[in-house]
């Protein structure tokens, strides 16, 4: 069964960082398409980041420059790195493999001004 737990989320203040994981069991995450979702109170999901099996990375354009995905293939996991963090990235942040439309469980992220 494949499962993703996600992990890392807290309260910081403005301008401040955190690190989320994803860990993947059941599965190797390496060989799929992965991403990173947010949903805001009152809003819908949306995508905030996209790494593919290959590498390739993608950002949604309010965080570009601030945030970063990336692999650890010997944790199995898939990280977003988030840097001069903001009040209006206040959300919960999923994890998802694209391919099979798996998600995690969700970690909350707030961001005091």
């Known amino acids: 069964q494949v499962q993703l737990v996600e992990s890392g989320g807290g309260l910081v203040q403005a301008g401040g960082s955190l690190r989320l994981s994803c860990r993947a069991s059941g599965t190797i995450a390496s060989i799929y398409h992965m991403a990173w979702y947010r949903q805001a109170p009152g809003k819908q999901r949306e995508l905030v980041a996209s790494i593919t099996s290959g590498g390739g990375t993608g950002y949604k354009d309010s965080v570009k420059g601030r945030f970063t995905i990336s692999r650890d293939n010997a944790k199995n996991t898939v990280d977003l790195q988030m840097n001069s963090l903001k009040p209006e990235d206040t959300a919960v942040y999923y994890c998802?493999?694209?391919?099979?439309?798996?998600w995690g469980q969700g970690t909350q992220v707030t961001v005091s001004s």
């Open positions: 998802r493999i694209v391919d099979v439309g798996t």
